[in-house]
């Protein structure tokens, strides 16, 4: 094989970052790119999370849509390295879309925030890792505050996330008494200046603990370090590049982004240690980033809320081979070949008039509607990408149309935006209603939008009485006949037909569950 491939390929780092609002999601990936060199996304991260802030109107925040489509992927080389990392939205715009980010990433990283340990929204976004067990490294952020003692965070990690913790590094102190981290991974000291940047002469290398110098550094506060040390040494768990490469161990840093303290030495572990571009499912067969012929899918779909341009771009992860503009490639779904010339290569800041993507890499491509989630491109042999779900709603509404006579218009505009993967559909299996179901509530803003813009219907939302929704299989017709009958309120199809329950809580949800064993009910559900 091509040895300029291999080594694209070992040198990328494509990942995701998991979090809950408010831990330091921002301000960490501004600190990333600055490091990249990527001054000006640097800014662009921060203005957009400004306009998230400022309003939740979808419209008035896709206006920025510059802003928006750039920051979806933000690319920048660091050392030999060359990284995508993949937004994942986590405000207002917390959507299915940000599941979806997590099936294209090779690893995460997970912020958390000293004073809050583990929250839901990182719980949620976990769960989706579990599932492909992406390779998870964690910052514990805003270490220069009164937080939760380190130990007592770690346990939380382990506890409520079910991943053990290898700490890298260990704090010295927090809020007014934080001094800096002793790094295991570098043995070096790291001394902090509060509100200062971290400066070269900041870092101390050593080799012993016992070193005087820590005594000079850090007073009465070394003392307290070679206790923490030897205790470490003892109760935590030693790195290992293995199992943190299986999902089941999670090196974890602390810092404190804001003042960019702690954010180099992970992102030095991160590079060396995270995975290259790792082996991707389809439904025959498993494909290396190392083969030479391409292939990829698509992971998220972004509109346009322009009327006037009804173009859509679609992200699309490469897999294997090299993407070059204006390729041929096959849409398998359709059966066509398309010619992909019109594609936004997303590009590190150093580089100009980029041809090429490697796997790991994202590309844009636009269309009109004719991507859909999951579609796979390949350049020969055909294949379907597996792994890029529908997961379940947790938020419900029905649709009332305002005027009945547009209700084709309702249908047809309901069934794309479904299976472009904006929303989902349900139909009930005892009255006609048109439910639609999202795992984040600005997806209803943007599907009533769009209802206006693209298709001339409006409509209105009625409350429902649903929480939460599982896809249902069973291979005994018999049992799945007797399932139906006992439990018509609650069943629905899907826009691709496909049977679901959906609950009014997760009580009712287990409680079905229990009572029907022989029923499987899916989280998640693959595109057809
Ligand atoms: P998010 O993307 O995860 O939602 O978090 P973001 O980076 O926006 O950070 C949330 C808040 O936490 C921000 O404050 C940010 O400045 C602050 N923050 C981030 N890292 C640190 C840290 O290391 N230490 C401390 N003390 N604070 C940190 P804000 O007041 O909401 O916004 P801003 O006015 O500072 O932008």
Request: hydrophobic share 35%.
């Amino acid at each position: 094989m091509n040895r300029n491939h291999r080594k694209e390929v070992d040198r990328r780092r494509t990942f995701g970052i998991i979090s809950h609002p408010d831990a330091g999601k921002t301000t960490l990936t501004e600190k990333l790119l600055l490091f990249g060199g990527a001054i000006q996304m640097a800014g662009a991260v921060k203005a957009r999370k400004a306009a998230r802030h400022a309003t939740s109107d979808w419209m008035a925040m896709e206006q920025e849509r510059g802003i928006s489509v750039t920051s979806s992927v933000m690319k920048f080389n660091y050392r030999d390295y060359e990284i995508n990392l993949l937004d994942t939205p986590g405000h207002q715009d917390f959507s299915e879309d940000t599941y979806r980010v997590l099936t294209a990433v090779d690893s995460a990283l997970m912020v958390i925030d000293s004073a809050k340990g583990v929250e839901t929204q990182t719980q949620k976004l976990m769960e989706v890792c579990r599932m492909r067990n992406t390779p998870i490294m964690t910052f514990i952020n805003k270490l220069d505050r009164e937080g939760r003692e380190p130990l007592d965070l770690l346990a939380d990690i382990e506890e409520t996330l079910q991943v053990e913790c290898a700490p890298l590094s260990w704090p010295i102190g927090m809020g007014k008494r934080f001094r800096g981290t002793y790094n295991l991974y570098r043995k070096q000291l790291c001394l902090f200046t509060a509100g200062q940047e971290t400066r070269p002469q900041d870092l101390v290398v050593i080799e012993d603990l016992d070193d005087p110098r820590v005594d000079e550094l850090l007073g009465s506060q070394g003392d307290q370090l070679r206790e923490d040390i030897a205790l470490l040494e003892g109760a935590a768990n030693p790195f290992e590049p293995a199992e943190y490469l299986k999902g089941n161990q999670t090196p974890v840093f602390f810092g404190s982004a804001i003042n960019n303290f702690g954010v180099q030495e992970m992102l030095d572990a991160f590079v060396e240690q995270a995975p290259p571009p790792r082996p991707a499912a389809t439904t025959t067969r498993e494909v290396s980033p190392y083969e030479e012929d391409f292939s990829g899918f698509v992971f998220k779909i972004q509109a346009n809320m322009d009327p006037a341009h009804r173009d859509r771009i679609a992200f699309f992860r490469v897999c294997s081979g090299t993407f070059h503009r204006g390729m041929k490639v096959r849409h398998h779904r359709i059966g066509k070949d398309v010619n992909i010339a019109n594609a936004t290569i997303f590009m590190a800041q150093d580089r100009t008039n980029v041809e090429e993507a490697y796997p790991g890499d994202i590309i844009g491509i636009h269309n009109h509607g004719t991507i859909k989630i999951g579609d796979t491109f390949t350049d020969k042999e055909p294949l379907k990408f597996t792994g890029i779900p529908n997961f379940a709603p947790e938020h419900f509404r029905r649709v009332r149309l305002k005027n009945p006579l547009k209700s084709k218009q309702l249908e047809k505009g309901l069934l794309q935006l479904a299976e472009e993967g904006a929303v989902q559909l349900f139909r009930p299996l005892f009255n006609t209603d048109y439910i639609l179901g999202a795992v984040g509530v600005l997806q209803f803003d943007v599907i009533m939008a769009r209802l206006k813009t693209e298709y001339g219907v409006d409509a209105i939302y009625e409350g429902v009485e649903y929480a939460t929704a599982r896809w249902v299989e069973c291979d005994d017709r018999k049992l799945l006949d007797d399932f139906e009958k006992k439990n018509q309120v609650n069943l629905a199809r899907d826009a691709e037909g496909k049977l679901a329950y959906l609950a009014s809580s997760e009580w009712r949800l287990g409680h079905t569950m229990e009572q029907w064993p022989g029923i499987v009910f899916h989280k998640t559900r693959e595109h057809n």
